[in-house]
């Protein structure tokens, strides 16, 4: 079996974490992988542990050039499947893979929202034209209006996450890349009062992103700098977040959410998850039995549940011991990559 992924860049989003665990587990199992992407990134040398990569023309991703780029890949390759993570790279390959007899798996719907103007109706369009549809959550399969979907839930290797959670830090994380399709201004407005009264130690964020600047520029001078902890883009998440108790995503009403890695990732490290109740968060999180929901775009909702969880108005034994299980029930890696692996052997029989 050969099967060809195509993607966008090789960072470390959530998207493409997810795409790396997919790739893991196909190695694993001895199917050749193709990767082909418009654009490397810092995490280049990652994919190559488990993919043979192809990077296509990175000048400029609107080129007629991609069509005979793909069409060459998959003669080249032998391809069987094209696994597509990319609505842009969907765009150029879906007609190539009929020609070639290729099967076709539309995978990039991994939001709930994201998609607007004529790329939503595009998506749509693949997505219900394609030999099988694939989303990460119910919430986005419906949003795309897909009839005949299948979610796979997120892949999470809960072998990363050796190092857990004390609960007593004092310290809350956000893991989340700062542009305008999340939420940190809600996210500032809510913490920044809990750290000033001492019900928190430390505020860490992880991520970049064009907005990073404003938020160090306007916290450099404050007295409570030291605090706060701007951490950039690390390979070694589960280590950071580990040092937290609290793990927060504001998400955004314009741009909602689909099934964060990130939230998944607090849950693995033992950390309460809080996150925005909008998109399929609330596929991963149920209020006040393995976590915690707010407001969309709420500060003073948001705030008003960390200070009750900050206050021991929770039973946290109670949260951690159901987010644990949600984890093992839903989000298996084994039982999840079995799963799509059990497609890839459909569409070939």
């Keep these: 079996m050969n099967i060809l992924f195509i993607t966008d860049i090789l960072e470390r989003g959530g998207r493409e974490r997810y795409l790396v665990e997919i790739l893991r587990g196909c190695k694993e199992q001895g199917i050749n992988t193709v990767t082909a992407s418009f654009y490397a990134g810092k995490y280049e040398s990652e994919y190559r542990k488990h993919t043979t990569l192809e990077l296509l023309n990175r000048r400029n991703r609107y080129t007629l050039k991609h069509f005979a780029q ?81 979610v796979i839930d997120n892949f999470i290797d809960l072998d990363r996450f050796t190092k857990q959670s004390s609960g007593d830090t004092g310290n809350i994380v956000m893991t989340a890349n700062f542009t305008d399709k999340k939420d940190h201004e809600t996210f500032f407005t809510a913490v920044i009062p809990l750290l000033e009264e001492g019900l928190l130690n430390g505020i860490y964020l992880l991520g970049k992103g064009p907005l990073l600047e404003k938020y160090q520029t306007r916290y450099a001078a404050s007295p ?119 497609f890839y052997k459909q569409l070939l029989d």
């Design 70 to 150: 793909y069409y060459n890949l998959i003669r080249k390759y032998n391809i069987d499947i094209v696994h597509s993570l990319s609505l842009l790279g969907t765009c150029y390959i879906w007609g190539i893979a009929r020609i070639t007899g290729c099967r076709f798996i539309e995978g990039s719907i991994q939001n709930t929202g994201g998609e607007t103007g004529i790329m939503s109706h595009l998506l749509t369009w693949f997505t219900n034209h394609s030999d099988l549809a694939i989303g990460n959550s119910m919430a986005g399969l419906k949003h795309y209006q897909v009839r005949d979907g299948f």
């Design 224 to 342: 409570l700098a030291g605090q706060i902890h701007f951490m950039g883009s690390l390979p070694n998440v589960e280590e950071v977040i580990a040092n937290c108790d609290i793990g927060v995503l504001c998400s955004t009403r314009r741009y909602k959410e689909g099934i964060s890695n990130s939230v998944l990732e607090y849950m693995a490290a033992g950390l309460i998850p809080v996150a925005s109740d909008i998109g399929g968060t609330s596929e991963i999180i149920d209020h006040e039995v393995n976590g915690l929901l707010f407001e969309c775009e709420n500060p003073d909702d948001l705030q008003k549940k960390l200070r009750k969880l900050l206050n021991h108005q929770y039973d946290t034994t109670k949260l951690h011991e159901n987010a644990r299980k949600k984890m093992a029930d839903k989000f298996d890696y084994s039982k999840n990559i079995q799963k799509l692996f059990d």
